[in-house]
C-alpha cells in the first residue's frame, strides 16, 4: 500500500518547510509507503527552493493556474494506491489520513472531508457563509447530495483518481464541484468523514464576489460539459 500525498503550494515559503517536516513526521509512523507531491504553482517566492531543501522535487508549473490545475497535475503523476490532497496549511487533523486509506481500502471510491461541526465554526463569517452558499448552488445545479463540496482534503482510490482527474477541466477552486461531478456520473462511491479543524489561519483570501462570480462560470461550465458528453466513459484523456 502506497498514499501519494499532494499539496498545491503558491507562495508558500513562510511555511512549506515546516508542512513537510510534519508530514513526514506524521506518515513515517504509518504502516505504508508514501510519496509527498508538491505543486508550486509558479511561486514568486522561494517556495521551490525550500521543498527541495526537504529532499521533495517538486512539480513546477510554467505559470499560475490555480489550485485545480496544481492538484490535477499532481494526481496524474501520482504513483500511489491511495491519492488524496490538502492544504499547505494544514488545517485538517492528520488523522484524516489515515481514516480515508480505511475508507478506500473498505471499497470507497472517494474519502471526502466534511467540515460541519468540527472547528469550521472558529473560521471567519465570510468564509463560511461564501462556502455554504456555493455548496447549496453547487447542489442546486449539480445535485450531489453533498452538504461540503469545498472542504479542502478529499482522498481517492488510484483507478477514480485517474477516471477524474483525466476530465477534470476547471483550474481554479471549482474543481471540487467538478470532481465529485465526474465521481457521480460514474457511479463512484463516496465517504464522507469528518474534518477536524486546527485553529483557523490569520486573515483571508475570499473575496466573496469575485469568487463568488468565478464559482457561478465554473458551475456553469460543469453543466455545459455534461451536455457534451465530456465526462462520460471514454472521454477522458491518457495519463
Known sequence: MKVSVIIPAYNEAGRIQKTLLTLKAHLEQGEYEYELIVV????????????RLEGVEPLCQMQNRGKGAAVKRGALAAQGDVVLFTDA????DLSLIEESVAHIQSGADLAIGSREGTGYE???????????????????LLHLGINDTQCGFKAFSAQAAHTIFTRVTIDGFGFDA????????????????????????????VHPLRDGVTM????????????????????????
Open 40 to 51: 508550486d504553482d509558479k511561486s514568486s517566492d522561494d517556495t521551490a527552493r525550500l521543498v
Open 216 to 239: 457561478l462560470r465554473s458551475l456553469l461550465s460543469i453543466v455545459q460539459n455534461d451536455r457534451r458528453g465530456l465526462y462520460a466513459p471514454g472521454k477522458g484523456k491518457r495519463k
Open 122 to 140: 472558529t473560521y471567519g463569517l465570510v468564509r463560511r457563509v461564501s462556502s455554504a452558499a456555493f455548496s447549496f448552488v453547487t447542489n442546486l
Open 178 to 205: 467538478e470532481a465529485l461531478f465526474i465521481a457521480k456520473k460514474h457511479g463512484m462511491r463516496i465517504d464522507r468523514i469528518a474534518a477536524y479543524m486546527k485553529a483557523p489561519p490569520i486573515g483571508s483570501s
Open 89 to 92: 496549511d494544514l488545517p485538517y
